[in-house]
Every structure is written in C-alpha cells, then in structure tokens.
C-alpha cells in the first residue's frame, strides 16, 4: 500500500524489451534505502517489484497487461518518473489509500495557473463519473491530489508550487497521458451500490413475502 506522497522523482535509465514484457531500469536515491529485492515501489502509480538494486538504480519488469493498461508502453531513456516506496506497518497515511493498481489512463486537456495556483484538467480514458467527485481523492502518475472540480469533459485538481516542485507535473503538455487510482473506498461503495441495483429483493419484494 501506499499513500500518494511521492519520495523523490528518478530517471528510466534503460528499457530491456523481453517478448511483450519490459524490464526498467530506474535511476535514483532515495528510495533506495532500505530497499530489498522484492519489495514494492510504485513507479508513476505503478505498484511495481524491485528484481535488482545497484548504487543508484533499481530494476523492475512489467507485464504485457500493465503495458497495455497504463503509461508504462510509454516510458523511454530519460523519462522521468515519481517513486515512492511502500508504507510500512505504523507509518503516518499523510495522502491517501493508495494500492498502486491503475485503474485507467487520462489525457491533459488544460491547464492554467491563478496567483501562485496551477489548475491541470484531465480527460480519462473510459466513464467513471461515480468515482470522481468534488473534494475527493484521485492518484494520477503516484501522486496523492484532491478533485477541485467536475468539469464536462473530465475532473480538474489545484497543485500549489510546494508539489509542483517535488514532482515533473510542471512538465506536462496538453495531450500527454497520466496513470489514474481512483480511491479505493468510492470504488468498493460503487460496487456495493450496483449490486444493490441488480438485486430483485426490493422493500416492496419483502412486504408481500411476510417479511
């Protein structure tokens, strides 16, 4: 599990293509520390295992279905990614649940900025209307940010200088695709209330049943 708050951003430093699977080779520091082989970090939002750990980089593989589903076709030498390593047992929860398990891709479709505040609109790919809402909590690329508002064609967050520094959200151009999480608890409360829906035991059923 993780919680949204990104540790540092690292650098692909090589992509080793193995038949539909890719091997990452992702330069950085701090996320190293304590890092053991198997251990999980999330890459962009990715929950993704750490199979080697050198002085200053760690390798991942990804499977053909995380390619597919997420940014990570994408990634190239020098992409630049947000890492963060697993919560531990204890540890303080300052974003939010976050499982690294990518529910879906969105695109940039504007962004502006209003005193000190950038404001990123977002088009995912897909309908999910009943996960995004105002004031909630959203992953996009591994990063913890709160739904400022519903939009027509998507949802819009507010990112104050402090998390544009510590992350590459300020390099983002319009068309450029994101990883999206949507909050774990919205997801089980939808499904909850589409079983409800598809039930056929209703008030009105029990009544005339005796109940």
Wanted: hydrophobic share 35%; glycine share 10%; charged share 25%.
């Amino acid at each position: 599990m993780f919680t949204g708050i990104v540790e540092e951003c690292g650098k692909i430093k090589r992509v080793e293509f193995r038949s539909g699977d890719r091997s990452f080779r992702i330069g950085c520091k701090k996320v190293l520390e304590g890092l053991k082989l198997g251990d999980s970090v999330a890459v962009n939002g990715i929950c993704l295992t750490a199979t080697k750990i050198g002085s200053d980089y760690f390798d991942a593989d990804a499977m053909n279905e995380t390619l597919l589903k997420t940014t990570a076709g994408k990634w190239k030498s020098g992409y630049e990614v947000h890492l963060e390593r697993a919560v531990k047992a204890g540890g303080r929860l300052d974003g939010h649940i976050v499982q690294g398990h990518i529910d879906t891709t969105g695109v940039l479709i504007s962004r502006h900025k209003i005193s000190e505040t950038s404001y990123f609109e977002f088009r995912p790919v897909g309908h999910y209307p009943e996960l995004v809402i105002p004031q909630g909590s959203v992953a996009i690329n591994g990063v913890s940010l709160t739904v400022s508002e519903i939009t027509k064609s998507g949802f819009r967050v507010a990112l104050i200088p402090h998390t544009l520094k510590l992350t590459v959200f300020d390099k983002l151009k319009i068309s450029d695709s994101v990883n999206l999480e949507f909050d774990i608890i919205g997801k089980y409360v939808s499904r909850i209330n589409n079983i409800k829906k598809k039930s056929k035991i209703t008030e009105e059923y029990l009544i005339e049943k005796g109940f």
